[in-house]
């Protein structure tokens, strides 16, 4: 593998910045401009719920980055615990906290918390 040269890392940076942020402008360049169709509409109401599963599943069952369904899973059994204070409360701050609070207790409980 050859090094890269402070240009190339430079303009493979700006390239990134640009692309990153067209994705994003062009939203806001075509508002009020341009009409979506209602299927597209409808389609970004899950793009939230989409990212926070992208984001706190893989934390949530993976250890020492193997998929990890096991008993012993204390962030597996957090997350189960946040899902049942997220079906009875739909309190994204208490989801949270109760998770939060669920695994430092499982943690402390299997001894793991340093």
Do not use: E
């Not at 994003?24 to 970004?44: E, K, T």
């Not at 008993?71 to 597996?76: E, I, T």
């Not at 189960?80 to 739909?90: G, K, M, Q």
């Amino acid at each position: 593998m050859t090094a890269w040269t402070p240009a190339q890392l430079w303009l493979v940076f700006a390239a990134v910045a640009l692309i990153a942020l067209g994705t994003r402008a062009i939203f806001i360049v075509l508002h009020g401009r341009a009409s979506f169709p209602g299927w597209f509409r409808r389609a970004l109401a899950f793009v939230p719920a989409a990212v926070l599963a992208a984001i706190a599943i893989p934390g949530t069952l993976t250890v020492a980055g193997q998929v990890s369904l096991a008993l012993d899973n204390p962030r597996l059994w957090a997350g189960i615990a946040a899902l049942l204070v997220a079906w009875r409360t739909r309190n994204v701050s208490a989801i949270i906290a109760g998770g939060m609070v669920a695994l430092w207790l499982i943690q402390w409980g299997m001894g793991r918390l340093a």
